[in-house]
């Protein structure tokens, strides 16, 4: 069954400096979202991304962050100058074209760890 | 403000009972409804999902009613097993459209006893 996966699975980064979380999405899939969790916490929508700009961001996603398509299967999440609160596990998620009732399925997260 | 959120943080069950995971809504535009599984260190896994226009949907094991009257999510897992173990999120797209943003509940979690 086609994933969505992402990589590295855990990343260390001191404060302050330039962190990329990478997702290879469903391939046939053509939105794609980034999310986070603080630990103990729920999941909170972060970006959405389609046809190449972003739909739509949260108040989270602010100027330190941004997002890419660099090809046609990565998925990039960029935090310029990483900050304590910005440790959280990260996950991307994609979804298909077709239809609006089509559920998002998620990879299984990226591991951000500030110090 | 709009929200999804579980009445219960935590449900223990016994290997072979059903389990009932409740989970209310306030965004009464919501149109769409995702039940998600979180093992421990992986990401929400889709389980099932329910339109708005729907009372009733049933997969392998899994139940999920809506009734919009109250705005209430339940998710019925028949004959739970350890392999259940996990937390359970429901989550809400609001009238995204096809474009939509979730917005995801606290989580419960479920505790499967052999």
């Known amino acids: 069954e086609p994933e969505v996966t992402q990589t590295p699975s855990h990343q260390v980064t001191q404060m302050g400096q330039e962190v990329i979380l990478r997702c290879v999405p469903i391939?046939?899939?053509?939105?794609f979202y980034w999310y986070r969790q603080i630990l103990g916490q729920k999941v909170e929508f972060l970006v959405s991304f389609y046809n190449n700009e972003i739909s739509e961001k949260s108040e989270i996603f602010d100027d330190q962050f941004s997002v890419e398509r660099p090809d046609g299967s990565n998925f990039t999440l960029k935090i310029r100058s990483t900050k304590l609160e910005d440790s959280a596990m990260y996950f991307c998620?994609?979804?298909?074209?077709?239809?609006?009732?089509?559920?998002?399925?998620f990879g299984d997260g990226t591991r951000l760890s500030i110090l | 403000g709009e929200s999804v959120g579980l009445h219960l943080p935590t449900l223990s069950v016994q290997e072979g009972d059903n389990s009932i995971i409740n989970c209310a809504y306030s965004n009464s535009a919501s149109d769409y409804f995702i039940w998600y599984k979180q093992e421990s260190g992986k990401g929400p896994q889709f389980i099932i999902d329910?339109?708005?226009?729907?009372d009733k949907r049933q997969g392998q094991r899994v139940t999920v009613l809506l009734n919009k009257t109250v705005k209430h999510l339940s998710l019925q897992i028949a004959a739970t097993q350890p392999g259940d173990s996990a937390v359970y999120f429901c989550a809400d797209r609001g009238s995204g459209g096809s474009n939509y943003k979730l917005t995801f509940g606290k989580g419960t979690l479920l505790t499967v006893n052999p």
């Open positions: 998620a994609s979804r298909m074209s077709t239809g609006t009732n089509q559920p998002q399925h």
């Open positions: 391939s046939n899939h053509l939105y």
């Open positions: 329910i339109r708005s226009n729907m």
